[in-house]
């Protein structure tokens, strides 16, 4: 019986008269690492060692080569399939991993998003609209101050309000204090508005920190999968389905891992709602085009995985609303954290001109 896998597709910078080699290279680099000649098991030959399935050119000396790796060799873990698929190859710079097509029973096993954007949009009461969202900031204020500035927000009545990925559980706002106060103020708008509070520190931390989120009547969370461990995030999912959670994109760069694959996909596959990336035009660098890519991939029809809500970030500002529905369509979570910030007494009233304006683009 053939074992079953999954095909990793990298793109590869290299002359012609390598590539065959260069591919030959990673399908044994991310599957058994060692000189195939020494190995004598007929089922490690045939089952384990990577297979090249093809090599293309796609020009500017770039090729694409996609590598079929064993499913069995991931043990069906977030780390260990993360690292299957990209573990030594990403330590060469001239390697991206492009994509990745899995079977099936790697779809199951993960689940994908438990919400995904239909269950942000009933969470929110948001009908079949775009959805609006901002960051609490800045990290060092104490949880009084952060909990003043998610009441304005909410009383402009944005759909959802999370922290930024910098606010923590540090000395000045811990965060069994910080999170409960901050729930209450939001409440107390009576707004709906659904408040993510940043998860951090090491599994049984983030244990901990949901427990008090649920006390405190949340229905979701952020979290960094970079920083966090892809494995945490995928125990995290496992144990608590009716939570949400919001994927940050913190340590994602520079790139050796495509965007659309890394948050369109991965991300999602592993069970984030909502991934926050970085918009074109903003702080980062990413292309009008690998915006449009990630987009779609993550709320692309997938094996029955639930769509994931793109949230483009990184300085957006009111201005540029329109351009984003009319860029991304109602299938959007719009973040403005800085301009709403700068309001100053100003924010719940600015707050409320960018729900409006996303309200009555529908």
Not at 76 to 103: K, Y
Not at 186 to 201: F, I, Q
Request: net charge negative; with cysteine; glycine share 12%.
């Amino acid at each position: 019986m053939t074992a079953e896998r999954l095909t990793a597709i990298y793109h590869i910078r290299d002359d012609a008269g390598r590539i065959d080699a260069r591919a030959a290279g990673i399908a044994v680099e991310q599957s058994v690492e060692m000189p195939v000649a020494a190995i004598t098991d007929r089922g490690v030959l045939d089952d384990i060692v990577g297979k090249v399935e093809s090599v293309r050119d796609l020009g500017g000396g770039v090729f694409e080569a996609r590598i079929g790796l064993s499913v069995a060799t991931t043990g069906l873990e977030a780390g260990q399939m993360l690292n299957m698929l990209f573990g030594n190859s990403s330590m060469h710079p001239d390697i991206v991993l492009a994509d990745a097509e899995f079977p099936e029973s790697v779809l199951d096993a993960f689940g994908g998003p438990r919400h995904g954007i239909e269950g942000l949009r009933k969470m929110a009461g948001a009908g079949n609209r775009a959805l609006t969202c901002s960051a609490l900031k800045p990290q060092g204020l104490p949880p009084e101050g952060l909990a003043k500035i998610a009441a304005q927000m909410a009383q402009g009545g944005l759909d959802f309000i999370k922290d930024d990925h910098g606010i923590a559980d540090q000395h000045y706002s811990p965060f069994a204090e910080r999170v409960p106060r901050i729930a209450e103020a939001v409440a107390a708008t009576g707004s709906g508005t659904v408040y993510l509070p940043s998860l951090s520190g090491h599994l049984e931390q983030m244990r901990a920190q949901i427990a008090v989120a649920r006390a405190a009547g949340l229905k979701g969370a952020l979290i960094a999968p970079m920083i966090a461990g892809v494995s945490t995030f995928q125990a995290l999912v496992r144990e608590n389905p009716d939570m949400a959670f919001m994927g940050h994109p913190a340590l994602t760069g520079p790139g050796y891992i495509a965007p659309p694959f890394l948050f369109g996909k991965l991300f999602r596959l592993l069970g984030a709602d909502a991934v926050v990336f970085a918009n074109h035009g903003g702080r980062f660098g990413y292309t009008p085009q690998t915006c449009r890519d990630l987009s779609q991939a993550a709320l692309a029809s997938w094996g029955g995985l639930k769509a994931a809500v793109p949230v483009p970030a990184g300085g957006m500002t009111l201005a540029r609303v329109p351009e984003m529905l009319q860029f991304y369509g109602p299938d959007v979570m719009l973040l403005i954290g800085g301009d709403l910030l700068s309001a100053g007494p100003r924010m719940a009233r600015e707050a409320a001109r960018f729900q409006d304006a996303v309200v009555k683009a529908a």
